[in-house]
């Protein structure tokens, strides 16, 4: 590799020490760096946009945990370059370079011997009768309660077709990605993360029916809000990856489907997803 973007910042990486730990490695054996910041934006509660993500780079070093790889691949969306997480948080399924074997990993990358997977990412359209407002999402999009505690009601359509009208806190529609995170704490289940899949999975459903539903990748999902059991004004909001919100009141709705581009995620190690979910669950 001849360009590497490096995404940091100064609350995951004290004093941009291993940033320039990185840097310094990578430049030595003639390999141009990128360093583009992110910082923590404490009015919208998300990640701000890193700028200057040139686009001839060859891939996108992300330090952090899985956290911040799944803001970085919203914030390179479209771009198609690979993405290669740098851990600096606790085991993770996404980030695989420690910094015990950093300079290895890195040189590792620069060799050429790696893989890259692809991976399906949500696109979700939220339709307010004040317009639309659109996002994507490597891990899942959330319908959840806002404000009171009580339950919310809402309806799931399958390619315009009513399935069900549910009383619940809410809704994960997941990836296969994302099938490890929120869904798997809810009782969803765990699918192959190069699946081509949706996982829909009720958050606390007050019925007796509480299974997550697997659907093709193909499918579009309308979640509709509408008025409670008094027919009073429900509020309501959409997460994407547990970040970006968008506000829903009663008669709005959100339409989800497969996005059209994939996030590329860079594997070093031949480790494979059932080893990491063995490991990963030994430590729960």
């Known amino acids: 590799m001849k360009k590497i973007c490096v995404i940091s910042n100064d609350f995951k990486d004290k004093g941009l020490k291993m940033t320039g730990r990185i840097t310094g490695y990578l430049n030595e054996r003639g390999c141009e760096t990128v360093v583009a910041m992110t910082k923590w934006d404490f009015e919208t509660e998300k990640w701000t946009k890193p700028e200057g993500i040139p686009a001839d780079a060859e891939c996108i070093l992300v330090l952090g945990g899985d956290g911040t790889l799944l803001q970085a691949a919203r914030h390179s969306y479209g771009m198609n370059i690979p993405l290669l997480g740098v851990n600096l948080g606790t085991l993770g399924f996404l980030t695989e370079v420690d910094g015990e074997h950093l300079e290895e990993s890195l040189q590792q990358l620069l060799d050429g011997d790696y893989s890259v997977e692809e991976r399906m990412m949500l696109e979700g359209t939220v339709i307010t009768k004040d317009g639309e407002i659109s996002g994507v999402a490597l891990n899942d999009i959330v319908v959840n309660r806002t404000g009171s505690l009580q339950i919310i009601r809402f309806d799931v359509w399958l390619n315009n077709v009513l399935l069900k009208r549910y009383n619940a806190d809410g809704c994960i529609v997941s990836t296969p990605t994302g099938s490890t995170g929120y869904n798997l704490s809810a009782g969803g289940p765990v699918i192959d993360p190069t699946s081509d899949a949706m996982v829909m999975t009720n958050i606390c459903p007050h019925n007796l029916f509480n299974r997550g ?72």
């Open 213 to 284: 539903v697997v659907l093709s990748g193909n499918k579009l999902i309308t979640i509709v809000i509408p008025g409670d059991r008094q027919g009073r004004n429900q509020q309501v909001e959409a997460t994407f990856d547990g970040c970006f919100k968008v506000k829903l009141n009663t008669g709005d709705c959100i339409n989800i489907t497969k996005a059209p581009s994939t996030t590329k995620i860079i594997r070093l190690e031949p480790t494979s997803f059932m080893e990491i979910l063995h490991k990963k669950m030994s430590q729960s």
